[in-house]
């Protein structure tokens, strides 16, 4: 199984601190390409979050019209640049019908992993939180299925990342969340967005990975005095699941040069079939 994650899209139809950087909408269209440049589809899109900038209607016009050349189930939940109700109005084709009162998170078991979206983002605030309802919905969702393996995706990542000032800006009780993680190894995957660049670490036994945007990136600054956005090129990740572990890609998207290597790769799949392994000529 293949699944596809975009995040922090920030579509904007107002002025923006990042204006000069980046035009998001351009940049969410070659993501958008690229992904459809790929022989190997996936079989579902995650978008986990910041949609857009400022969560208005426009917004949310422009960001469907981007996103529709992929035929393919898309599986959103908001950010903190969100607006809730406007994010569920808008993306209500892809949310199921029954939606807990005060938060966009929903079980998804179409596929032969369990894909849980959380979303605790909160309205008015930047920075979200893993409160009672919250633990209490998804706590309950993992003792409903305890067996099959697991894939929770979220907007805020439940880990401190060593950018100081996202760090301290972000999930409330995320050492609730990570507990909850460790208790539940049929998690395999948490995947996040939110801090705009590829991050890596390890909760419990499960991978847990945040994703670029699919717009501007945030500086590689570990200094907690300091911090930029730079025009990196946007990016979106690949999940892959095997059976027994994912594996995960990120693909960074700009105008490259490409050179083709069919006819080697159909050389080496030859060597390999005949069980001599690979001696240099
Ligand atoms: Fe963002
Ligand atoms: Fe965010």
Redesign the pocket.
């Known amino acids: 199984m293949l699944i596809a994650q975009i995040s922090?899209c920030?579509i904007r139809s107002g002025p923006s601190p990042f204006d000069k950087l980046v035009d998001s909408s351009e940049t969410l269209k070659q993501v958008v390409s690229h992904l459809l440049s790929n022989k190997a589809q996936p079989d579902v899109l995650l978008a986990t979050g910041?949609l857009t900038e400022s969560g208005t209607d426009e917004e949310y016009v422009e960001l469907l019209d981007l996103l529709s050349p992929l035929d393919l189930p898309i599986l959103p939940i908001p950010?903190n640049?969100d607006e809730y109700s406007k994010f569920e109005n808008s993306l209500e084709r892809y949310l199921p019908k029954e939606l807990p009162n005060s938060h966009c998170s929903y079980v998804n078991d179409d596929f032969p992993i369990r894909l849980i979206g959380l979303d605790t983002s909160l309205p008015g605030r930047h920075d979200g939180d893993f409160d009672d309802e919250r633990f209490e919905w998804l706590e309950e969702k993992l003792v409903s299925d305890s067996e099959k393996p697991t894939l929770l995706f979220t907007h805020f990542p439940p880990f401190a990342s060593g950018i100081h000032f996202m760090d301290i800006s972000g999930l409330k009780n995320s050492e609730r969340l990570c507990s909850l993680i460790e208790k539940n190894p049929q998690i395999k995957l948490v995947v996040s967005?939110?801090l705009?660049r590829p991050i890596a670490t390890m909760i419990g036994s499960s991978v847990a990975s945040v994703c670029p945007?699919t717009s501007h990136q945030l500086g590689l600054e570990l200094n907690p005095e300091y911090g930029s956005l730079v025009d990196e090129p946007p990016g979106y990740q690949l999940h892959r699941w095997d059976g027994h572990r994912f594996t995960t890609h990120t693909a960074t998207v700009w105008e490259g040069k490409t050179f083709d290597l069919s006819s080697w790769i159909s050389e080496v799949n030859q060597q390999s079939s005949r069980g001599t392994g690979f001696p240099k000529k």
């Open positions: 922090d920030h910041d950010g640049h967005g939110h705009h945007s």
